[in-house]
């Protein structure tokens, strides 16, 4: 079973929907929850943490985590054309720990 | 301030040679992780070191890599003799010392080394 599972599938939004990312994962041990943007050509930039269980809200961007369900949310609203890059979840045990990642979901945001 | 530099940005080698990645990190940053990511695969996590130790190997595929971290300023990363699976996205990141309490240390990254095995 793999460590974190995310449905690589692209997704493609008119301008100005809210955009929907999930991923689930199978140890129970994760305590910090990020999310990294990438841009094509370009490395993984982080774009929002959350430690443990709970919501947290960044401008557009809000980030959702249920430890209870093992499953981890990220939303964002207002979708503008440069939201367009690919979304990474990313999983550790401490805050100074290798990472886990999702294989990543691909968002056009459509002008 | 300079982020995280990779060289070569990319290579191409055919079966058997050997390549050298470098990586640069962000002055200052005392960890240094190396992952890589094959194509259709998820990114993942080959080796961690903290100055010019290694604190985590764990995800080296096998003994053909090679990763030194020369003063604990910039790292290598060898594959020799280099074979087709090689192939893929070689990312570096580096992060800061680490602090207790809740705080993650951010992990920033490389642009990364396209390294294509013939």
């Known amino acids: 079973q793999k460590e974190v599972e995310q449905d690589p599938g692209p997704l493609s939004v008119p301008e100005g929907a809210i955009v929907s990312l999930n991923c689930t994962y199978s140890n129970s041990a994760f305590q910090y929850f990020m999310w990294y943007r990438q841009y094509s050509r370009k490395g993984p930039e982080l774009l929002m943490y959350t430690y443990s269980s709970g919501n947290k809200e960044d401008g557009r961007f809000t980030a959702q985590v249920d430890k209870s369900s093992k499953y981890i949310s990220l939303f964002i609203r207002d979708s503008q054309p440069s939201d367009s890059a690919t979304y990474l979840c990313a999983m550790s045990l401490y805050g100074n720990n290798r990472l886990a990642f999702g294989k990543g979901n691909q968002v056009v945001v459509i002008p | 301030e300079a982020g995280v530099t990779q060289f070569p940005s990319h290579s191409v080698i055919e079966k058997g040679q050997t390549v050298t990645l470098r990586c640069d990190p962000i002055s200052g940053h005392d960890n240094l992780y190396w992952y890589r990511r094959v194509m259709g695969k998820e990114i993942k996590f080959l080796l961690h070191f903290v100055k010019e130790s290694k604190q985590d190997e764990s995800g080296m595929p096998n003994n053909r890599f090679l990763a030194e971290r020369t003063g604990g300023t910039y790292s290598t990363l060898k594959v020799q003799p280099a074979e087709l699976e090689d192939s893929g996205v070689y990312f570096c990141?580096?992060?800061?010392?680490?602090?207790?309490?809740?705080?993650?240390?951010?992990?920033?990254f490389g642009p990364g080394t396209r390294l294509t095995v013939l």
């Open positions: 990141a580096s992060s800061q010392e680490g602090r207790r309490g809740l705080t993650y240390n951010e992990q920033f």
